[in-house]
């Protein structure tokens, strides 16, 4: 027994001798020089890099030309065997010398290539040329011829043949994979030793797995060992050598055809590294993966944040990738607008790491309208559109209100007022100046805690359909008068009660009574495209050739803002652009300096919210109104009738008068100021 045993060791020992000879791998052409070089070469050799050698070897003595073996692995491309070149020249043969040829030629197939190599600069020494070249491809067994001159030619010529000899097998070993392990068993056949290991299969190289589970491990002939793995991966191989250094390698790759390697366990081996920013309106990540992988990523958003919860493809929006890099522009960053990585068959969602948002939004029911607050960090432009649930989804239903927080302004609330036609009706709101935006879906709490002010306001309403329907006749217009003449309706907002109330006037003026009604909260979309101050000036020349009325809703709040107004203008402090009162007020001081008197225009106020104190006095001349008790004549003034007969008078007052009452008893916001832009 024992002398089969030493005589297969002896022929391992053999083969390892033998191995022993093969050169180190080669991944790229290149030239290594002691010397500052530039290299060329014809078209059988594809350009070589030309450098200094990181580690100078032991240099030869000149002159000299050594030719060895060694292996070409070029990206893509199955390694083959090649031919190594190193040479020396001496430093008296190198006066004007500019350069080198080497000239190949392989005997068996009469395959010839040559490369030159130039100094760059002339040295100021007399140093010999110490340099290699790796290296020539070269089949299996033949002869290559090479040949060396100098340029220009000194008559110095140095030739050397070399046979490439073959390349050995590599070792040779089975696999087998048990999942439930989450390991590869590897068996080693009867024969020598091998070093054994789990590697990740890159463009060049086969990389280590990470600790825990990187093992390299001897393997003695007739064993097996079980290497553990962390993620089953397409690129997962099983790599083989012999214990020697540079000896041939085997390897193996068994699952880039297996469907389970492109499963979840795939996206968990990715690291996603998020580099969205909301300031930037720029979704981007960069992945970290074990696999070269370049997925595909597209936009999808999600209904809720819950992982599980579905994700919902946005259309035309791929993003684009470098270097493993993707990036998207114009995208409203939100953690649930989330990147779908796509790779094969399989896919993966990826949303922002950062949960925090640039803004937020919250709606509230105030009467027959729905209050929403935007709150922004950036400047920005949103939009929104009521919407009725029908079966899960819900539509954007005409027209569109905006808002927009100017570049340049300091972040802030925003506010925008709906009117709801249909009880339990949401709102979407979404950013309006980006490509990408989620739509956001509010449905307001209609709690007890809201009834009191929407008693009121729809008993306002019912009021005055009711006062509308039963003293029609009174303000009936006259034969042939145009039947809704239009009303431009101006405020401010001093409170949330305040704006409940303008918002239902309007909307029982609009209904009952048939008057065009402009409210700036009703077209948000239309100020928002042309600006406050032209919006303002086209809607007072519509209403004025059109003998229509403007209607000054005034309050306490209005007091300070005229106040604040007309200070700023005995200062020449510019106005601000985007304040509808403060321009209202200079477009009615205009009025009054070249008319005497505001024609056209119409004050009136609350009882409950404000006093006839609180009107300043340069307003007093104009047409003053006091809510709830003398609404029948505003109401004639609006339609340009006579008053309306006293027995509906009388009823309007009392019955106003005691909705109000009832409305404060049931807990009304009290008037404050809601820390908004004035005129909004």
């Not at 040479?87 to 010839?112: I, K």
């Not at 589970?213 to 050598?241: K, N, W």
């Not at 729809?458 to 145009?482: H, K, S």
Request: proline residues 9%.
């Amino acid at each position: 027994m024992e002398r089969p045993v030493l005589l297969a060791a002896a022929a391992a020992l053999l083969l390892l001798l033998l191995l022993a000879g093969a050169g180190a791998a080669v991944t790229r052409l290149r030239v290594s020089a002691n010397f500052e070089c530039r290299a060329t070469a014809d078209s059988t050799l594809s350009r070589p890099r030309c450098r200094r050698p990181a580690r100078a070897g032991p240099p030869l003595k000149p002159p000299a030309l050594a030719l060895s073996r060694a292996r070409l692995c070029l990206p893509g491309q199955p390694c083959q065997p090649c031919l190594r070149v190193r040479l020396a020249l001496p430093s008296a043969e190198l006066g004007g010398v500019r350069g080198l040829q080497l000239n190949f030629l392989e005997l068996g197939s009469n395959r010839a290539g040559w490369l030159q190599v130039w100094r760059r600069y002339r040295a100021p020494g007399s140093s010999s040329w110490q340099v290699q070249f790796d290296c020539f491809p070269a089949e299996s067994g033949q002869h290559v011829l090479v040949s060396l001159r100098t340029i220009p030619d000194r008559g110095l010529a140095i030739s050397r043949s070399h046979l490439v000899a073959a390349e050995p097998p590599g070792p040779v070993f089975t696999h087998t994979w048990v999942p439930e392990a989450r390991a590869i068993e590897v068996r080693v056949p009867e024969g020598p030793a091998l070093m054994v290991r789990l590697c990740h299969q890159l463009a060049l190289e086969c990389e280590e797995l990470p600790r825990p589970f990187h093992q390299q491990v001897l393997v003695p002939g007739g064993h097996r060992v079980s290497l553990l793995y962390e993620f089953l991966v397409p690129c997962l191989c099983i790599e083989a050598s012999y214990p020697h250094h540079d000896s041939p390698r085997s390897k193996h790759c068994p699952f880039r055809d297996q469907p389970a390697a492109y499963g979840p366990e795939l996206w968990s081996s990715v690291c996603f590294h998020d580099y969205s920013a909301s300031s930037k309106d720029q979704m981007a990540m960069v992945l970290s993966a074990s696999c070269p992988l370049r997925p595909r990523a597209t936009l999808c958003w999600r209904e809720a944040a819950a992982e599980t919860a579905p994700c919902h493809d946005v259309p035309n929006s791929t993003a684009s990738e470098e270097e493993q890099a993707y990036t998207l522009d114009k995208v409203d960053v939100h953690p649930q607008l989330c990147f779908r990585f796509s790779y094969g068959n399989s896919s993966h969602v990826e949303c922002p790491h950062r949960p925090e948002t640039a803004w937020n939004v919250s709606v509230s029911a105030q009467g027959l309208q729905l209050h929403l607050r935007l709150t922004s960090s950036i400047p920005a432009a949103f939009s929104a559109a009521l919407c009725q649930r029908r079966g899960g989804q819900c539509e954007p239903e005409a027209p569109l209100y905006t808002v927009t927080q100017p570049e340049g302004s300091a972040p802030g609330e925003l506010a925008l007022l709906l009117p709801v036609q249909v009880l339990g009706s949401c709102v979407l709101v979404w950013r309006s100046d980006v490509r990408f935006a989620r739509k956001q879906l509010l449905c307001p709490d209609v709690s007890r805690r809201h009834f009191g002010l929407l008693g009121l306001v729809l008993a306002l309403g019912l009021v005055v359909t009711v006062l509308l329907l039963n003293c029609r006749g009174a303000w009936r217009p006259a034969a042939g008068a145009p039947g809704g003449r239009p009303v431009l309706l101006l405020y401010s907002p001093d409170s949330e009660e305040h704006l409940g109330l303008v918002c239902a006037l309007a909307e029982r003026l609009r209904a009952g009574l048939g008057c065009d009604v402009r409210l700036d909260l009703w077209e948000a979309g239309g100020v928002g495209r042309a600006g406050v101050l032209p919006w303002l000036y086209a809607q007072r020349g519509h209403v004025g050739r059109q003998r229509g009325t403007v209607l000054l809703l005034w309050s306490r709040g209005s007091t300070r803002l005229f106040r604040r107004w007309r200070v700023g203008v005995a200062d020449g402090t510019p106005g601000d652009a985007h304040d509808i009162f403060g321009a209202a007020m200079a477009c009615l001081h205009g009025e009054l300096g070249a008319a005497g008197c505001g024609s056209g225009w119409v004050l009136a106020y609350f009882s409950r919210l404000c006093s006839p104190r609180d009107v300043p006095r340069p307003l007093r001349p104009l047409p003053t109104y006091r809510l709830p008790r003398q609404l029948p004549g505003l109401l004639g003034a609006l339609r340009g009738s006579p008053p309306a007969p006293r027995r509906c008078r009388g009823r309007a007052e009392g019955l106003l008068h005691r909705l109000l009452e009832v409305g404060a008893g049931e807990g009304g916001p009290s008037p404050r100021p809601p820390g908004m832009a004035a005129g909004t």
